[in-house]
């Protein structure tokens, strides 16, 4: 590991409890209500306004009832929603407001306001998104996400400069796995057979899927670079199978295979930025398929001591929202059995004991990440360092989970140069928060 006698570099706070993990009062006021005020991750395309009067329902004392304890009737409350929590409880207190943007936005479409459509749209979208996060592990949650997609692609869909939907063909599918790849899919105009643009593959992560990612898909079209958006396996809609090591290969090559017969791109220069746990799937990418890209960045990935049980034991009350180790679980195959995928994820996963990291050949490789990281442990990139051929890796001191807001600038500045473009990353970045005009 990365801090010395084989301890994660972050020892000193691995036992502390982070203070949003008390209820989700201290959730929003500590963690998520800024983040939701300026419109950026996890709250993509929303808008405070709609989200105060649902947290306002989420933190207030519940009705009273009455219990009876032997001659005794005791009357209790029960404050705020906290871990761990009932999702098929928790998840519909968002539906009345999303159900309500998703009528206003109806309305303005028919009125003929594209406009206003797209952003109410898009604003259900994000309330969907909240009410599914995580992951869609329950039924009501699972019925989150259908919603919230439904309403994201027709957000998308109604801009000046629209998103499109396409399902590839898994054509290296096996038995078990879906026929289809969805994504996220848009080239700036201009883009053609004699003028192909560059393109950025958006891997996405744990828990936002290509109905969040899209946000970097503007400020890609306005530097005239196309993108793709797709979910990476065990979330969204990838199908792959979750729990087999192998199926990420197997879909990276229906996907690229797909981006090959695609005439309008410049296939001298396609990139993938893989997003946090993405990262995990851009550093298996860059080796197992490396003669396909122009390069990877992996931004607050993992390889190898993401899946120690000293790690996975502590993750659940540090950086994440809510219970990362047991939503991993749930990714990689293991329902919400912990214990099994702690025992068994380092031997079935990691990047290290696959022979991943020694494969003789990788792309041009960014690794990129927060030294406080608190989701995944710095010590995976130094590990990676220090196996197969050369990496170029960029730490933020002092930064937790991929960085931010620093390694945005790093990242789209090296993409630049892997391009050959002359562009600005400020003002590219200055597309992404989300300020509501209706």
């Known amino acids: 590991m990365a801090a010395p006698n084989g301890k994660f570099f972050i020892r000193d706070n691995l036992k502390k409890v982070a203070p949003h993990h008390e209820n989700y009062k201290e959730l929003w006021e500590t963690k998520w209500k800024k983040p939701c005020e300026l419109g950026i991750y996890p709250f993509m395309f929303s808008s405070v306004k709609d989200f105060q009067p649902i947290v306002d329902k989420l933190i207030e004392v519940r009705t009273p009832h009455l219990l009876q304890v032997g001659l005794a009737v005791l009357s209790l409350t029960q ?29 303005a479409e028919k009125e003929g306001n594209e406009e206003k459509a797209s952003e109410l749209y898009l604003r259900a979208s994000a309330v969907y998104r909240i ?15 259908q919603e919230g997609k439904r309403a994201c692609i027709k957000g998308l869909s109604l801009r000046e400069h629209p998103v499109h939907e396409v399902f590839i063909p898994h054509k290296h599918a096996i038995a078990g796995e879906g026929q289809h790849i969805p994504v996220y899919y848009q080239l700036p105009p201009g ?29 890609w079209r306005q530097q005239g670079v196309g993108t793709v958006v797709v979910e990476i396996p065990g979330t ?16 990276w090559s229906s996907l690229l295979d797909w981006v090959d017969e695609q005439e309008n791109v410049d296939h001298r220069k396609v990139c993938v930025w893989a997003f946090s746990t993405g990262g995990y799937y851009g ?25 120690d049980p000293e790690w996975l034991d502590n993750v659940n009350h540090l950086e994440y929202p809510f219970d990362l180790a047991t939503t991993l679980a749930y990714k990689f195959g293991y329902a919400d059995d912990l214990e099994s995928f702690k025992r068994e994820a380092s031997d079935k996963f990691s990047l290290l004991k ?60 090296w993409i630049y140069d892997l391009f050959g473009m002359d562009a600005n990353p400020v003002e590219q970045m200055k597309t992404i928060p989300f300020q509501a005009k209706y």
């Open 79 to 107: 404050q705020d929603f906290k871990e761990p929590y009932d999702w098929d409880e928790y998840a519909p207190m968002y539906f009345p407001k999303a159900e309500e943007l998703v009528a206003e936005a109806g309305k």
């Open 131 to 145: 009410s599914r996060f995580p992951a869609p592990r329950s039924e009501k949650q699972r019925y989150a996400w």
């Open 191 to 219: 883009a053609s057979k004699s003028t192909p643009a560059p393109l950025v593959i958006i891997f996405t992560g744990l828990d936002g899927y290509r109905t969040e990612l899209a946000v970097w898909m503007e400020g």
């Open 236 to 251: 969204g809609d990838s199908p792959a199978l979750k729990d087999d090591p192998t199926s990420p290969d197997r879909q």
């Open 283 to 307: 550093i298996r990418l860059a080796h197992t398929h490396s003669d396909r890209l122009a390069g990877v960045v992996a931004l607050g990935g993992g390889t190898h001591h993401m899946f």
């Open 354 to 413: 696959d022979g991943t990291l020694d494969k003789p050949t990788c792309s041009r490789l960014l690794l990129v990440n927060g030294t406080e990281d608190e989701i995944f442990p710095i010590d995976d990139y130094y590990l990676c360092l220090l196996h197969g051929p050369p990496k170029e890796v960029r730490f933020l001191d002092g930064r937790k989970h991929m960085g931010e807001p620093e390694s945005f600038i790093l990242i789209l500045r």
